[in-house]
């Protein structure tokens, strides 16, 4: 199994402030990273797919990087409603999909 | 609009049988994969297993093979994950989500599952 670490575990800024998120794959997930927002009581949301794709609708402050085992989630300018948790999750083989454990993004 | 509707909140005891539904719309049910989603609460997410509809193969994560099963109707667009005896460490939100490719863009509103005596 496909182990995700994402760190930090909580990241801490101001609105306008630029998040850099990291998740890194215990093996290589070539490109198949992908990254989700989830705020409380809510269904995860797609934010980014196959490492930078945007999905439909996200705003262009979030963009994705990365290959292999190392990815970064940055978002440029941190707006009031980006302030949630954030997971990576590998589709390398997409028959056992696993999660990192989350990054919460909070309000310093 | 592409829509997954789940069944509503569950409370149940220890032992019970349970079986919650994750009905698709706005799109070709038998065509895309519907995958479970596992979040305990407080917790993250934890993958369970997907289902094709067209033909109802299935694949579990590992650490839920023989836990549950996952399965579909597709006359009625409907899948299903049901549990046949329940735990107190079953109590979790239950996602349902529709796999595009290699992502999860399309998810239902969630089942709350309680068991407890």
């Known amino acids: 199994e496909i182990v995700l670490t994402q760190s930090p575990a909580t990241l801490s800024l101001s609105p306008g402030e630029r998040a850099t998120l990291s998740c890194r794959a215990s093996q290589s997930v070539s490109s198949y990273l992908v990254w989700y927002q989830q705020k409380p009581g809510q269904a995860p949301r797609l934010l980014i797919y196959?490492?930078?794709k945007r999905a439909t609708g996200i705003p262009a402050r979030f963009s994705g990087s990365g290959s292999g085992t190392d990815f970064t989630l940055t978002i440029s300018s941190l707006e009031p409603e980006d302030f949630a948790v954030y997971y990576c999750?590998?589709?390398?083989?997409?028959?056992?999909?696993?999660f990192g454990p989350g990054t919460k993004v909070d309000i310093k | 609009e592409v829509q997954l509707v789940q069944s509503g909140a569950e409370v149940k005891k220890p032992g019970e049988s349970l079986k919650i539904s994750c009905k698709g719309s706005?799109?070709?049910?038998?065509?895309?994969?519907i995958g479970w989603v596992r979040q305990m609460p407080g917790k993250g997410l934890e993958w369970m297993g997907i289902i094709y509809p067209g033909d109802s193969n299935t694949r579990y994560s590992p650490s839920f093979q023989g836990q549950v099963t996952i399965s579909a109707d597709k006359s009625i667009n409907t899948a299903y994950l049901q549990w046949s005896s329940l735990k107190a460490s079953d109590t979790a939100m239950y996602y349902c989500a529709r796999r595009d490719s290699t992502a999860y863009p399309y998810w239902g509103q969630g089942t709350l599952v309680t068991v407890s005596s």
């Open positions: 999750q590998q589709h390398s083989n997409w028959a056992e999909i696993t």
């Open positions: 706005g799109y070709i049910f038998t065509t895309y994969w």
């Open positions: 196959d490492t930078s």
